[in-house]
């Protein structure tokens, strides 16, 4: 049963810190999706790439925080510096283009900054 | 995007078929309508999307008007394990371009199964 992976499920970190998050998409697909879930919010498209090139980024806060495809097993998530504010879950997902393509999600990032 | 509006929470009783509406009246030729679920501390899961047909899957059902305006996702035979936030997505069908992949979720429905 093929599914999304992140890394950590939990993490609490102080404030200033830098915090990776890190996804393994689903074997051979060749978009991935980083969205944030806050109660505030609720849940917003961060980023997002297809064949591992950056499409669209707009949704992310261009100072602190940074996202990339070293390879198509791993994306990854970075907020430097962290503020309390950043605090949320962080989901990936990942999917296959096409006509129709669907996004499966993974079980998210629960980030808390103090 | 199309906008959709979906009905704030619903109750349904265990073993009866839940039916959640959304409109989405100013959809395009080109949108497909997608139902993700999120069950608490879950991650959003996919149901079913459609074009203008109806689908089934193992899942649940879609139904789409004729005018695409509208359309009803059904749990044939709603479970507790159903209780979960629904969300009706409309987003581009035609591959390429920025807006192509994005979901744009809204607030959902509250479906809550009770025994």
């Known amino acids: 049963d093929a599914r999304v992976t992140q890394t950590p499920r939990h993490k609490v970190t102080e404030m200033g810190q830098e915090v990776t998050m890190r996804c393994q998409p689903i074997l051979g697909h060749n978009t991935v999706f980083w969205y944030r879930q806050t109660m505030m919010q609720g849940l917003e498209l961060l980023a997002y790439?297809?064949?591992?090139?950056?499409?669209?980024d707009s949704g992310m806060p261009k100072d602190r925080f940074s996202a990339e495809m070293p390879d198509a097993t791993l994306a990854t998530l970075k907020i430097q510096p962290s503020e309390p504010r950043d605090s949320a879950v962080y989901f990936c997902?990942?999917?296959?283009?096409?006509?129709?393509?669907?996004?499966?999600f993974g079980p998210g990032t629960r980030l808390l900054v103090l | 995007d199309a906008k959709t509006t979906q009905p704030t929470s619903m109750d349904c009783a265990e073993g009866r078929a839940a039916n959640l509406p959304c409109n989405h009246s100013t959809i395009s030729g080109n949108e497909y309508v997608y139902w993700y679920r999120q069950i608490h501390s879950q991650g959003p899961q996919y149901i079913i999307h459609?074009?203008?047909n109806n689908e089934t899957n193992e899942m649940a059902s879609l139904i789409i008007t004729e005018d695409r305006k509208s359309s009803t996702l059904i749990l044939p035979h709603a479970t507790l394990r159903d209780t979960a936030v629904y969300y009706c997505?409309?987003?581009?069908?035609?591959?390429?371009?920025?807006?192509?992949?994005?979901?744009?979720f809204g607030q959902g429905t509250i479906l809550t199964v009770h025994p």
């Open positions: 997902a990942s999917g296959l283009t096409g006509q129709g393509e669907t996004q499966y």
């Open positions: 459609g074009l203008k």
């Open positions: 997505i409309v987003r581009p069908r035609i591959w390429g371009g920025t807006s192509y992949g994005k979901l744009t």
């Open positions: 790439f297809r064949n591992r090139a950056p499409l669209d």
